[in-house]
């Protein structure tokens, strides 16, 4: 009788905490607010589906988001490509202040879950460290900006805990990831290696799924979305950008328009996963060399955002854990965690060369947390004889 009024209790406490951040947030914010934030390009989109205009239209969008009082010269547009429509579509319903009222809450309760399936994952241990997902820099960053990172967060974390037991779901859950496929192009690939090794493609079976219905469900709502996509990339100029990675920094101290400079690095990072996958293949665990090759990725690519970073909690988490009782990891993490708050409370805008050092500040801490465990390593299976 005691458990089910605990889970009684704690979905209570969960719904009155919800409750009241939804009251906060209708006091707090406005349309203006809305245009502040990235989100306001996802609603700008959504404006346009439920009107069966083009989402990606650069000059309607302009002028819906200045209608709601942006300040901004240029318009935000989101750069996504059409398979996540139909995600937006019930923003084109709403005012920007009740779509990012809602949109916060949404993201906040992919923080919660991606809590819980972490917690799920590591053994449901006593220690609570996952809670440290809502103050991680990343996923404040995210909520502030109303961007995707946390998504992603969600997505990895299930991928991580269904992959053995539910690998078709596991699969699915990696759909969204293909919004930025850059970030996940190395472990996709390990993905297609691990699958036609074991010949067993219900991982990919089920990415696929989900990917052809979501293609299938935003082609339904703009069957020009693909062309009008390529259209809006090539008048935006995006390798025009300075991105804060070490790719495109690279490109701009070297040789600025040449542009084929900053895709090295992902190059290097996917020859690299090939042959961390193939040098370990026989004990590999998406837990432990999934979460280090999620590192290089984010560290190598071409185009990310601080807020990205939000999907490499579980690194971190699994750093932690690995160095619970390290004085000096944790000193190190303190610092590296200190040093972008700065950015975050400081609203140092994400574009900023600020935040060139984070996404290898993780990397670095992540395998020094991990050098002792990782040294560590349990012997290859021995081959049986076939039959």
């Given at each position: 009788?005691?458990?089910?009024?605990?889970?009684?209790?704690?979905?209570?406490?969960?719904?009155?905490?919800?409750?009241?951040?939804?009251?906060?947030?209708?006091?707090?914010?406005?349309?203006?607010?809305?245009?502040?934030?990235?989100?306001?390009?996802?609603?700008?989109?959504?404006?346009?589906?439920?009107?069966?205009?083009?989402?990606?239209?650069?000059?309607?969008?302009?002028?819906?988001?200045?209608?709601?009082?942006?300040?901004?010269?240029?318009?935000?547009?989101?750069?996504?490509?059409?398979?996540?429509?139909?995600?937006?579509?019930?923003?084109?319903?709403?005012?920007?202040?009740?779509?990012?009222?809602?949109?916060?809450?949404?993201?906040?309760?992919?923080?919660?879950?991606?809590?819980?399936?972490?917690?799920?994952?590591?053994?449901?241990?006593?220690?609570?460290?996952?809670?440290?997902?809502?103050?991680?820099?990343?996923?404040?960053?995210?909520?502030?900006?109303?961007?995707?990172?946390?998504?992603?967060?969600?997505?990895?974390?299930l991928f991580l805990l269904w992959h053995k037991s539910r690998p078709w779901l596991a699969g699915a859950a990696l759909v969204l990831c293909a919004l930025k496929p850059h970030l996940f192009?190395?472990?996709?690939?390990?993905?297609?290696?691990?699958?036609?090794?074991?010949?067993?493609?219900?991982?990919?079976?089920?990415?696929?799924?989900?990917?052809?219905?979501?293609?299938?469900?935003?082609?339904?709502?703009?069957?020009?979305?693909?062309?009008?996509?390529?259209?809006?990339?090539?008048?935006?100029?995006?390798?025009?950008?300075?991105?804060?990675?070490?790719?495109?920094?690279?490109?701009?101290?070297?040789?600025?328009?040449?542009?084929?400079?900053?895709?090295?690095?992902?190059?290097?990072?996917?020859?690299?996963?090939?042959?961390?996958?193939v040098s370990r293949r026989e004990r590999w665990e998406w837990e432990r060399e999934g979460l280090l090759m999620l590192l290089v990725a984010a560290a190598c690519s071409p185009y990310s955002?601080?807020?990205?970073?939000?999907?490499?909690?579980?690194?971190?988490?699994?750093?932690?854990?690995?160095?619970?009782?390290?004085?000096?990891?944790?000193?190190?993490?303190?610092?590296?965690?200190?040093?972008?708050?700065?950015?975050?409370?400081?609203?140092?805008?994400?574009?900023?060369?600020?935040?060139?050092?984070?996404?290898?500040?993780?990397?670095?801490?992540?395998?020094?947390?991990?050098?002792?465990?990782?040294?560590?390593?349990?012997?290859?299976?021995?081959?049986?004889?076939?039959?």
């Amino acid at each position: 009788m005691i458990k089910p009024l605990r889970k009684l209790a704690a979905g209570a406490m969960i719904g009155a905490g919800t409750c009241l951040v939804a009251c906060i947030y209708a006091v707090s914010l406005s349309n203006q607010n809305a245009t502040e934030r990235d989100f306001i390009q996802y609603w700008a989109a959504g404006q346009q589906l439920a009107q069966g205009a083009n989402p990606y239209d650069v000059g309607a969008i302009l002028r819906l988001e200045r209608a709601q009082g942006m300040e901004e010269r240029f318009p935000k547009v989101t750069v996504s490509p059409p398979l996540g429509l139909f995600l937006l579509l019930p923003l084109g319903y709403l005012s920007p202040k009740t779509g990012l009222v809602l949109w916060l809450l949404l993201s906040l309760g992919c923080a919660g879950a991606a809590m819980w399936v972490l917690w799920l994952l590591n053994g449901r241990p006593d220690s609570r460290w996952q809670v440290l997902v809502f103050g991680f820099p990343p996923t404040l960053a995210c909520l502030m900006a109303g961007q995707l990172g946390i998504f992603f967060l969600l997505e990895v974390s299930l991928f991580l805990l269904w992959h053995k037991s539910r690998p078709w779901l596991a699969g699915a859950a990696l759909v969204l990831c293909a919004l930025k496929p850059h970030l996940f192009l190395p472990a996709f690939l390990v993905l297609l290696l691990g699958s036609g090794a074991r010949r067993n493609w219900r991982l990919v079976g089920g990415f696929l799924l989900a990917l052809a219905a979501c293609c299938v469900l935003s082609l339904g709502l703009d069957r020009n979305a693909w062309t009008q996509y390529g259209q809006m990339l090539q008048s935006a100029r995006l390798m025009d950008v300075f991105i804060p990675t070490l790719s495109v920094a690279m490109r701009f101290a070297l040789d600025r328009n040449a542009r084929w400079l900053e895709f090295i690095p992902e190059i290097a990072a996917c020859a690299w996963a090939v042959w961390y996958f193939v040098s370990r293949r026989e004990r590999w665990e998406w837990e432990r060399e999934g979460l280090l090759m999620l590192l290089v990725a984010a560290a190598c690519s071409p185009y990310s955002w601080f807020t990205d970073q939000a999907m490499l909690f579980p690194a971190v988490l699994a750093g932690i854990y690995a160095a619970e009782k390290q004085v000096r990891a944790w000193v190190l993490l303190g610092a590296i965690a200190a040093g972008c708050l700065v950015g975050v409370i400081g609203e140092i805008p994400l574009p900023s060369a600020f935040y060139l050092w984070t996404a290898p500040a993780w990397l670095g801490w992540y395998l020094y947390a991990t050098r002792e465990t990782s040294a560590i390593t349990p012997p290859a299976p021995i081959a049986q004889p076939s039959s």
